[in-house]
């Protein structure tokens, strides 16, 4: 027997040394022979030299068995030229060290930054992953933590950490973009020869948060995760940032029977950020996939097209050009920008300019970089000769009265169709080559000298100063009643405010109702109503962004109070789980406050009216997301908020299908240090908690009992209380499941659906401690999130009691 188990542990010992390919100390590569890479134990990844520029250049590639089907997805010393004479790779003591022969350079490409570690071996992993041992086989150096522009399943982008794209797709030295995961918890795409400032990034997870501290994870099965450093639970799942493609279906097809799926997250030349799965086939080559990409209208990568260029979008494709008075600085690379075609004159200012210098005007581009001056109410003319006597002013933007003046370098130029005649760029062009000095071509426009009689000229002097002083005493008397009328308006909307107490408050914008009228076309499209108005659609900014306005139409002490609660509550509170109010409207008896707009309705109508309701993991995902947002509001705020009113109408879903808390009208506000209050009975029937109606204090675990109820419908896609089922014990949906719980039936509730039925549990049994009548027996929702998420064991809580209102 003793022999059988020396057998078996020689015999599992010889496949654990099989299965990782050991590279041991003395093993070389050389680019003159083209020796066979070092190969991880799939052959699917590879190591050592490759093709790049004319040259070679080291490095980690997917290995498609034929040359031109390899993807490089890790170079080393990418930021040195390509090697042109022979090279030999050597793994020693050191590490990896590269020997030159011409030069007799050497140096390291992969070595621990510890210089008293011993590497004792390395190995080509089939993660993708080229790693160095020591002699306890533990790992000291591995290519995972120094990505270049592409991250493979199981590797992470740790914080402040970026991903560079490469320059072209056979230069892999950096390129002009890069994705950072800042230290605010965001991940943000940027160009890189600007500074990572808000004006520059082109596309976030808007991840950024209270004391966040993640890293980018990419598993094995696809899904981009943003870890949280401190316990490596997961935070967010951001594929719903992207975007899919038209092969995201292809690849679902293909792969059904297959799994032998290798996935990269790459930062590509042109500036995005795609998912890409590379399916191996049996002869060992692989197809690739692009499954999401993080920006669809490539145009929107800023610096996608270089300076003095603009971007048009046609038929999916992006194409630069140049704008009128420049050329390509190289007609093979449109990407690098555009140069003047004609001498630049010496500027003297004002209309010495003029000589030199036309204005040219193009309709439809836009940009918001660059600006240095702005003044409103000037016509396209007086905008254009402003532009064309000021020496900085290479390009000015005309847009509804408005002048922008823009400087070099002109960049994030984009035609916009949508845009049309409303905005329009003036441009400086030079009407000709200018060869001389300054000094040369002046002489050349000199006027001939004309003989004034001395009378002649003092009455001319005298006319053109009375005439100075009678245009200033109307100009000022103008001036004088517009500014007298200007701030009489702004301090009786101040005093209004005053009155409400609001004005040490709050930091939002402040509308006229004459503006919000005009942005909902008076009105016209309502979104929803409440008990206290009505929501409608709106736009700011010509219809770039939606807006929601709510109008408080029953102006009556209730309704005043309202509005002064969802002032109050949502003003203060920021959170990508709460429905931004971005401003409001008091002017005499009208209230009005303006929101972001939830293009995708509320979690109601997907839920009970779509006939295609969210997947289980869409529904779990979305669960967490509410839960976040009550978090927000019960701990993590300056003053704690209780909501009173979760429910599914109030929960709505933005462009990315995250979910947002809203309709604050009802929210109590608590001090400091307060953790219960009196107040009258608010909320909905069948979201309400018990005490509401034992006038006893109220804590935030009312809002607890609520996301309990929302929590169960979520679940299982239709309503707590529903009269309109064929058997009366299936009225009382939390009822019937804790039934099934009991009887471990709950998969029954799940018709047509697979489910992983720990998971179905653990969310049950959440909802069920969620829905205690006793208070103190309802977790907080910082347990809530924590259970949600599996970092929490649950137990099997007491069965509620039933009590709607």
């Not at 020396?6 to 099989?18: G, H, P, T």
């Not at 490095?59 to 170079?75: I, P, S, Y």
């Not at 109307?474 to 500014?483: E, F, P, Q």
């Not at 006793?774 to 970092?791: F, Y």
Request: proline content about 4%.
């Amino acid at each position: 027997m003793a022999s059988v188990w020396a057998f078996l542990l020689l015999l599992s010992s010889l496949c654990v040394k099989q299965s990782s390919s050991i590279i041991s100390l003395g093993s070389s590569l050389s680019s003159a022979t083209q020796s066979i890479p070092w190969r991880s134990p799939s052959g699917r990844f590879a190591f050592g030299f490759y093709s790049q520029n004319g040259g070679l250049s080291v490095g980690v590639w997917l290995d498609g068995r034929r040359k031109n089907d390899n993807k490089v997805v890790w170079t080393a010393n990418r930021n040195e030229p390509p090697l042109t004479s022979n090279a030999t790779l050597i793994l020693n003591g050191k590490g990896v060290l590269l020997s030159i022969a011409v030069s007799g350079e050497k140096k390291f490409i992969a070595n621990p930054n510890n210089s008293d570690v011993s590497v004792f071996s390395a190995s080509m992993l089939d993660s993708g992953n080229f790693v160095l041992y020591n002699k306890d086989n533990h790992t000291i150096w591995e290519s995972f933590d120094n990505p270049t522009d592409t991250l493979l399943g199981g590797q992470t982008l740790l914080t402040n950490h970026k991903l560079i794209s490469s320059s072209s797709e056979n230069d892999h030295s950096p390129g002009r973009f890069h994705l950072t995961m800042q230290r605010d918890g965001n991940l943000v795409l940027y160009p890189l020869e600007f500074e990572d400032s808000p004006p520059n990034a082109y596309w976030s997870t808007d991840t950024f948060g209270k004391n966040l501290s993640l890293s980018l994870f990419l598993n094995a099965t696809g899904l981009l995760e943003l870890i949280n450093n401190d316990n490596s639970s997961i935070y967010d799942t951001i594929n719903r940032c992207f975007s899919k493609e038209p092969t995201y279906n292809d690849y679902n097809e293909s792969s059904s029977n297959n799994n032998s799926t290798v996935f990269s997250a790459s930062l590509d030349v042109d500036g995005n950020f795609r998912l890409y799965a590379h399916l191996f086939e049996q002869n060992g080559g692989f197809h690739t996939y692009l499954l999401l990409r993080a920006v669809l209208n490539s145009c929107k990568v800023k610096g996608f097209c270089g300076f003095n260029s603009y971007c048009t979008f046609n038929d999916y494709q992006p194409y630069c050009a140049c704008l009128p008075g420049t050329d390509f600085i190289d007609p093979l690379q449109n990407k690098l920008g555009c140069k003047r075609n004609y001498s630049e004159a010496h500027c003297k200012g004002g209309k010495a300019n003029i000589p030199f210098y036309n204005m040219t005007s193009m309709q439809g581009i836009v940009w918001t970089t660059g600006i240095f001056y702005s003044k409103e109410q000037l016509s396209k003319d007086a905008c254009s000769r402003t532009c064309l006597e000021d020496c900085n002013c290479e390009a000015a933007q005309f847009e509804n009265g408005i002048c922008r003046k823009q400087k070099l370098p002109l960049r994030y130029l984009l035609r916009d169709p949508g845009a049309g005649e409303i905005s329009i760029v003036l441009l400086k062009v030079g009407i000709k080559s200018l060869e001389a000095d300054d000094d040369t071509v002046l002489s050349e426009l000199k006027l001939p000298k004309v003989l004034i009689k001395r009378k002649n000229t003092t009455v001319l002097l005298l006319l053109l100063t009375l005439s100075f002083v009678a245009c200033s005493c109307a100009l000022l008397t103008i001036s004088g009643v517009y500014i007298y009328k200007f701030r009489v308006l702004r301090y009786k909307r101040l005093l209004e405010l005053g009155n409400l107490g609001l004005t040490e408050e709050l930091t939002l914008t402040l509308f006229s109702y004459k503006e919000l009228k005009r942005a909902t076309n008076g009105f016209k499209e309502e979104l929803g109503k409440g008990s206290f108005g009505a929501v409608y659609k709106g736009s700011l900014n010509r219809g770039r962004q939606l807006i929601a306005v709510k109008r408080l139409e029953k102006l009556v002490e209730e309704g005043e109070k309202e509005f002064q609660a969802e002032m109050r509550a949502t003003g203060r509170a920021h959170h990508k789980n709460l429905v931004r109010l971005l401003g409001y409207c008091v002017q005499d008896s009208k209230r009005l406050l303006v929101y972001e707009y939830m293009g995708n309705g509320s979690l109601a109508d997907l839920l009970f009216k779509s006939t295609n309701p969210p997947d289980w993991d869409e529904r779990t995902r979305i669960a967490l997301d509410v839960a976040r947002g009550i978090l927000y509001l019960h701990d993590e705020c300056e003053t704690p908020i209780i909501h009173c009113d979760i429910k599914p109408q109030n929960i709505l879903m933005d462009d990315l299908w995250r979910a947002k808390i809203s309709d604050f009208g009802m929210a109590k506000l608590l001090m400091g240090d307060q953790t219960r209050t009196f107040t009258g009975a608010r909320g909905t029937r069948g979201y309400v908690a018990p005490e509401w109606q034992k006038n006893t204090p109220i804590s935030v675990k009312v809002d607890i009992y609520s996301y309990g109820v929302v929590l169960l419908e979520t679940l299982f896609c239709r309503r707590n209380l529903d009269p309109n089922v064929s058997k009366p014990e299936e009225i009382l949906l939390s009822t019937m499941v804790y039934g099934c719980l009991v009887e471990k039936e709950l998969d029954k509730l799940m018709v047509g659906e697979e489910v992983d039925k720990r998971s179905l549990e653990r969310m049950v049994m959440v909802a069920l401690w969620c829905i205690q009548d006793e208070p103190a027996l309802r977790p907080s929702i910082k347990t809530v999130v924590m259970m949600l998420e599996g970092i929490t064991d649950i137990c099997i809580p007491p069965c509620p009691t039933a009590c709607f209102i």
